[in-house]
């Protein structure tokens, strides 16, 4: 008798879709999930970013991973593959999702980029077998074979460790490379919202807490329960700081502005007429 192969609860690309959703909506890129490919299907499990303007910005560079950031096309399609390996399945699968969206809503191969973004690292037979040769980016694979020279390949567990990357290799299967991921993410506070902010933390709990973290297939995770996981942790770390640990974060201006004129010159000539020390 077969052995069914255990399948994930979780819908893992709409919790990148959501981090990818939260992350460039503030720059103009419009991202969906859950959508028709088609007229009549299924929704499929792929992501769809779509760019305002003509070409990318600097902000939106900042956040886009190699592989993304350096497509001119105005859409990007992402099959997103988080539990499952890369496998001649996957391909027939990406091909159809880039077939048939491109024929439905009337685009070309010029408006559309399709992307194959990979969790696990894929294996070297899989590689040679289907054409695909890494590119001058880490973990960016193109192909040789006609069917497939259009649709990169993206192994989030090579991708090279660039703030533009960290977002999207928060994802990638290998701890260690998570743990690179969300470290530089701590040097990007310019770019983060508390809604961003409250998501990672969550993502961050997720994964690297033994007891949760010990079966993810058989734990549904929803968007909703990242965030809430996010608040959470955030909540908690906060409250055990110390006040010389959060001000650094706060231009004194935002500070100040905390407090009514009369409690600000109230507390000045307070410590005025404390007495000097020796």
């Given at each position: 008798?077969?052995?069914?192969?255990?399948?994930?609860?979780?819908?893992?690309?709409?919790?990148?879709?959501?981090?990818?959703?939260?992350?460039?909506?503030?720059?103009?890129?419009?991202?969906?999930?859950?959508?028709?490919?088609?007229?009549?299907?299924?929704?499929?499990?792929?992501?769809?970013?779509?760019?305002?303007?003509?070409?990318?910005?600097?902000?939106?560079?900042?956040?886009?991973?190699?592989?993304?950031?350096?497509?001119?096309?105005?859409?990007?399609?992402?099959?997103?593959k988080y539990t499952e390996s890369i496998n001649e399945v996957a391909f027939r699968q990406t091909?159809?999702?880039?077939?048939?969206?491109?024929?439905?809503?009337?685009?070309?191969?010029?408006?559309?980029?399709?992307?194959?973004?990979?969790?696990?690292?894929?294996?070297?037979?899989?590689?040679?077998?289907?054409?695909?040769?890494?590119?001058?980016?880490?973990?960016?694979?193109?192909?040789?074979?006609?069917?497939?020279?259009?649709?990169?390949?993206?192994?989030?567990?090579?991708?090279?460790?660039?703030?533009?990357?960290?977002?999207?290799?928060?994802?990638?299967?290998?701890?260690?490379?998570?743990?690179?991921a969300f470290q530089l993410l701590k040097e990007a506070r310019s770019l983060m919202t508390h809604?961003?902010?409250?998501?990672?933390?969550?993502?961050?709990?997720?994964?690297?807490?033994?007891?949760?973290?010990?079966?993810?297939?058989?734990?549904?995770?929803?968007?909703?329960?990242?965030?809430?996981?996010?608040?959470?942790?955030?909540?908690?770390?906060?409250?055990?700081?110390?006040?010389?640990?959060?001000?650094?974060?706060?231009?004194?201006?935002?500070?100040l502005a905390q407090f009514q004129l009369d409690e600000i010159e109230k507390y000045v000539n307070?410590?005025?007429?404390?007495?000097?020390?020796?």
């Amino acid at each position: 008798m077969k052995n069914t192969p255990k399948t994930s609860k979780t819908r893992w690309h709409r919790l990148l879709g959501t981090l990818l959703r939260t992350l460039l909506s503030p720059v103009g890129i419009l991202v969906q999930f859950d959508f028709k490919v088609m007229t009549e299907p299924p929704e499929a499990d792929i992501l769809l970013l779509r760019r305002e303007g003509q070409k990318w910005t600097a902000e939106q560079l900042s956040r886009l991973p190699d592989g993304i950031r350096d497509s001119t096309a105005r859409q990007i399609l992402i099959e997103f593959k988080y539990t499952e390996s890369i496998n001649e399945v996957a391909f027939r699968q990406t091909l159809g999702y880039d077939t048939f969206y491109k024929r439905a809503n009337e685009l070309s191969d010029v408006e559309v980029q399709t992307v194959l973004m990979s969790a696990k690292t894929p294996c070297s037979e899989t590689l040679t077998k289907f054409g695909y040769e890494q590119t001058v980016h880490d973990g960016v694979y193109r192909s040789q074979n006609p069917l497939l020279k259009t649709i990169p390949l993206i192994s989030l567990n090579e991708l090279s460790n660039e703030p533009h990357n960290a977002f999207v290799k928060c994802f990638a299967s290998r701890k260690k490379e998570k743990q690179k991921a969300f470290q530089l993410l701590k040097e990007a506070r310019s770019l983060m919202t508390h809604q961003l902010e409250w998501f990672l933390s969550g993502l961050w709990k997720y994964w690297f807490s033994k007891k949760l973290g010990e079966d993810e297939m058989a734990v549904e995770l929803t968007p909703d329960e990242v965030f809430e996981m996010g608040k959470m942790w955030g909540s908690t770390y906060l409250s055990t700081l110390k006040v010389e640990d959060v001000l650094p974060y706060f231009k004194l201006q935002d500070i100040l502005a905390q407090f009514q004129l009369d409690e600000i010159e109230k507390y000045v000539n307070h410590e005025k007429m404390k007495p000097k020390s020796d």
